[in-house]
């Protein structure tokens, strides 16, 4: 008998948005890597997960009783573009789990084969991929930034048709959720309003209670989700992280990090720095992600306006208001993390300017100068003196809105398909004033 109990109660609750599906066999599975750490944390014997019986869990082969894994339904904007169905195309949720310390966590897979919304791919994952969402995951993790997170990666002994051939694997990993802003625009596609209702409920009971006992619930639950966020993002900046893919389908609830595809910490320092080979434009780039963030927020405003108030204009003003403090928590965020990482007591803004600047046009490493700063501190100040150039830099910045300076790569609008806040910028040639506007446009095209 398994071991591991399985809850489903997004399966329950959610049917709708939820189709019940089973992983591909896998003949040979062999364990690749395991974060026993996690494991623990999770109520999971390690020894177990390693043997055979474990192993086949981790690749949704060995199913415990009462179980019912689904692969879930959402909705995305994609680069801009609104699509109104993808889901989990080679993805499952196995099942909810109770942690040792009574939290509900999912445990999903990924790379379990070809599920209704695997839209003509082949449902698969690669070695490669799998194992960089582990370490990667597992250093957001230690670097205390909000994640899902890794538990296994298990090679399929199958081969994956790439440019070339790659062995296979699947990856099993654990969140507070998989909800998403795309699961929000899934049940508004749908026209029902009373899943929506029913998915927001589920979130404020899953991730954001106290809003289940405000005036206004729906409400509360979008000004929790817009905090998680702003904090989120203020450390992603903060340790020079870029998702690379942004959409909305790939912004949680929860306010964790989600989908390790095409991501990597910056070397050196530059707003521009991009890590999608299909971002053209650079609309996820490294100094954007404050800015896409909000839109994506304004994206899960949009939904929940019907349960925010009956009056439309209404709902809008408020919801405009809740979202108009992202930035100011954002900024209250990355400004009392860049503080701690300088050690300064007060907020020295000029100088922190200075700093990135000197960064970004002496292509710094954004990690090493930190580390040298902390090294020149202890009274050696010849690795920050290698590290840096001298003061006649060129003015640069570390996020859109912080600087009327900073050249950002792209320029074409981000209006949303649906109904919209409009964020839109004026073109703007390198080291020339930015400026980002907002035009309310709630509005049905």
């Not at 000197?358 to 292509?363: E, V």
Request: aromatic letters at 6%; glycine letters at 8%.
């Amino acid at each position: 008998m398994s071991i591991v109990t399985l809850d489903s109660r997004f399966a329950r609750d959610l049917a709708e948005m939820a189709v019940p599906w089973k992983a591909e066999d896998v003949a040979e599975p062999r364990l690749l890597a395991l974060d026993d750490d996690l494991a623990v944390e999770l109520g999971l014997d390690p020894a177990w997960l390693r043997g055979p019986d474990g192993v086949r869990l981790l690749v949704g082969g060995n199913v415990p009783e009462g179980a019912a894994p689904v692969a879930q339904a959402y909705a995305g904007h994609q680069f801009g573009g609104f699509v109104p169905r993808l889901g989990d195309g080679r993805a499952l949720l196995l099942g909810e789990l109770v942690d040792t310390e009574q939290r509900v966590r999912d445990l999903h897979l990924k790379g379990s084969g070809r599920t209704p919304f695997a839209r003509g791919g082949d449902g698969l994952a690669a070695v490669g991929p799998m194992l960089r969402e582990y370490v990667v995951s597992r250093a957001m993790h230690a670097l205390h930034i909000p994640t899902t997170r890794a538990l296994a990666v298990v090679a399929t002994g199958r081969q994956v048709r790439r440019e070339r051939l790659l062995p296979g694997a699947v990856l099993a990993r654990v969140a507070s959720s998989h909800l998403r802003v795309g699961s929000f625009q899934y049940a508004t596609v749908t026209g029902d309003e009373g899943l929506l209702r029913r998915l927001a409920d589920h979130a404020i009971a899953r991730h954001h209670p106290a809003a289940a006992g405000a005036e206004r619930p729906y409400l509360a639950l979008f000004e929790a989700v817009v905090a998680a966020q702003a904090r989120l993002i203020a450390q992603w900046m903060l340790a020079g992280f870029v998702h690379g893919v942004m959409n909305t389908d790939n912004m949680t609830i929860s306010g964790e990090t989600i989908d390790y595809g095409p991501c990597a910490f910056m070397d050196a320092y530059d707003p521009a720095t991009v890590y999608s080979s299909i971002d053209h434009g650079g609309r996820y780039a490294y100094g954007n992600q404050p800015l896409v963030a909000e839109w994506n927020l304004a994206r899960l405003a949009e939904t929940l306006l019907p349960l925010i108030d009956d009056d439309q204009d209404r709902a809008v003003e408020l919801a405009t208001a809740a979202l108009q403090s992202f930035r100011r928590r954002y900024d209250e965020a990355w400004s009392d993390g860049m503080r701690t990482k300088l050690g300064l007591r007060d907020h020295h803004p000029a100088l922190v300017e200075e700093l990135l600047t000197l960064q970004q046009t002496g292509r710094a490493d954004h990690t090493s100068t930190y580390r040298a700063l902390a090294t020149a501190a202890r009274g050696d100040d010849a690795p920050i003196r290698e590290l840096l150039p001298g003061p006649s830099a060129a003015p640069g910045s570390h996020a859109g809105w912080r600087s009327s300076r900073t050249p950002m790569p792209w320029t074409a609008s981000t209006r949303s398909t649906s109904r919209a806040t409009t964020w839109s910028r004026r073109p703007c040639p390198p080291r020339s004033r930015a400026t980002w506007h907002r035009s309310p446009a709630w509005s049905t095209p």
